[in-house]
C-alpha cells in the first residue's frame, strides 16, 4: 500500500509564516499607510519589513516618512542611512552620509550612526576619522564582547592602513 504524506505536509510549522503571507502583509500595511500616511510607527514597521526582505529602496523610502514623522530619533536616521547605502550598492557616499550626519546631529553618541560614520569615513580612505568613530562606540559597548573585538579589528585594519599612507 502506497503511503501519502500527512496532509500539513507541507504547510509552515505552526507560527510560522510563508514568504507570501509576508509580503501580503506588508502589501496591506503599505496600502493603509496610503490611506493614514501620518502613522509614524507604521512607516517604520515597514521600513524594517523592507529591509529584512532586502528591498533597501523601498525601505529608504519608508524610512524617509518615519523621520519626516520622528526627526528627533537617531536610530531611525542610522536605518535610513543604512538602507540609503545598500540600495546604492552599498555606497555610503553622498545621501547616506548625509542621513548619518542627522543622526548624529540628533544624537552625537548614537551607536548606530558611529559605526556607519566609522565605515563611511573608512570607505573614503579617510582611516584616522574612522578610528575617532570607532573609538567613540567601543567606549559604548560590553569590553570582550562580540561587537568589541568586531569593532577593535576594525581600528586596528584602519590604523595600518593609515600608517601605511
Known sequence: AAVSAPANATAPASGERTQ?????SVAALAKR?????????????????????????????????????TPDNADLWSDYAFASAMAAGRNLEGRPSE?????????????????????????????????DYWQRVLKQVPPGSDVAETITSRINEAKTLANSK
Open 20 to 24: 507570501e503571507q509576508i509580503e501580503a
Open 33 to 69: 499607510l496610503q490611506e493614514n500616511p501620518s502613522d509614524a510607527q507604521g512607516w517604520v514597521m515597514l521600513a524594517r519589513s523592507y529591509s529584512s526582505m532586502q528591498k533597501f529602496s523601498e525601505a529608504a523610502g519608508a524610512y524617509a516618512k518615519a523621520t519626516e514623522l
Open 99 to 131: 542621513l548619518i550626519q542627522q543622526a548624529l546631529k540628533v544624537d552625537p553618541n548614537n551607536a548606530k550612526a558611529l559605526q556607519l560614520a566609522g565605515s563611511a569615513a573608512f570607505q573614503a580612505r579617510d582611516y584616522n576619522k574612522a578610528v
